[in-house]
């Protein structure tokens, strides 16, 4: 459920789509022109409070609709980043899943020079875990890791005309504890930077989105899709895509509670501790033992994914020291499990789903199971994918050629595909 650590690939079939692409009105625009920063703005040894003044909203912060910018920056020099591109680091108000107005940031990128009558589409893109802490945020342009955390294939789909918006999710960047794969909050930021780029100035876009995700993205994704027509009424969502998202939430708390729980600890621990302080209903000692709740509390709200992988190392933890007994049968930690497992209700949109065959992070029996016993059944229109042979990072760069050709038959109009009904409820992509 990690950020993918190749940065390229390359993508095919969207730029003769374009010109069908823009429906709908124009991204507003701001009267102010905010200066470019220079890269880097954050020390090279990135700790908690290192997160620039950028990320402080104003205090009290005056409410506004979500998407609504609060402010934007340009960034230069980047690493990775597209040439002939104008690339922003975004703070905008959002909405916590009980309704308190917030601040989320995020980045987008936009193509230079003249957009396309009625407006360029925007791709929605859904990051992979990174971390808890507000220094994790990859507007942030941290070059640990390996390198800048773009979206994969970011070049090809600028190519394509896509103005791309990226976010950050709650909690990451801006003050406060990220909630990790509860899919309501995920799915908002995913919309709302969708809504704040069309607001940058002299960025003019449609309101055509494509929503693109992996891993804990790939969550995002499908919550944005099922909540977009109630939450985002003003956006047009074409199409959803997910590669190896996080489903199957009863059996993976159910696995992570158990001695084979052991391999998705640094996920699980994290996760529990940010269900305990977001839901209000849910108690710390419904879930974690005295020292789990010692452990995440350290750890999880000061650093990135790294840091919990090290703390679980170095204090030799356990799932049976991090979870109490029988955390399973408490009716209120199911039902928030139950609450934040996607396909739950039906995604108006048409759905890509690609899910590689050899990945041992999010299992393929997993992402088989959501596909055939909930979004099919309850009448999504999805396309599901085997990807033979790739792994949870590499089905992003595998299944590359697919993915943008289905965004493109998107953009166009075309009746979107459907393998629900085949046997297994999938097709198999041999790259």
Known sequence: MTRPRRRDARGRGIVSALALAAAGGLGACSSNRPAAVTYPTVPADLTATAVPSFYLPPQPLPRASPGTIIRAEKVVGVPGGPTGTTL???????????GADIAESGYAVAPDGP???GGRPLLSWAHGTVGYAGICALSVFSTHGGGVYFVPGLADFIRAGFVVAAADYEGLGTPGLHPYLVGESEGR?????????????????SSTVIVYGHSEGGHAALFAGEIARRY?????????????????????????????????LDITMPAAYTWVRTYR?????????????????????????????????DQHLTPA??????????????AHARLNDPGRRATEA????????????????????YVTTKACPIGDRIDYEHVAGATHTTVLFAGIATIDEWMAARLRGAPAPSTCGQPGGAATLFP
């Open 88 to 98: 922003w680091r975004i703070l905008y108000h959002s909405r916590s899943i009980y």
């Open 115 to 117: 957009a396309p009558p």
């Open 189 to 205: 930021a995913v919309l709302d930077a969708a809504r704040a780029a069309r607001r940058l100035p002299g960025v003019v876009t």
């Open 232 to 264: 985002a009424p003003d956006l047009h969502i074409a199409g959803v895509v997910a590669a190896a998202p996080v489903t199957g939430l009863p059996t993976l708390l159910t696995v992570a509670t158990s001695p084979g729980g052991q391999r998705i």
């Open 281 to 313: 209903d849910l108690p710390s000692a419904a879930l974690l033992t005295p020292t789990g709740a010692r452990v995440a509390a350290s750890v999880v709200p000061a650093g990135c994914q790294g840091a919990v992988e090290t703390a679980i190392a």
């Open 321 to 334: 020291e991090i979870f109490v007994p029988h955390a399973t049968t408490n009716p209120v930690v199911m």
């Open 350 to 369: 048409p759905m890509l789903v690609v899910q590689g065959t050899a990945d041992i992070t999010v299992p393929v029996a997993f992402t088989d199971a």
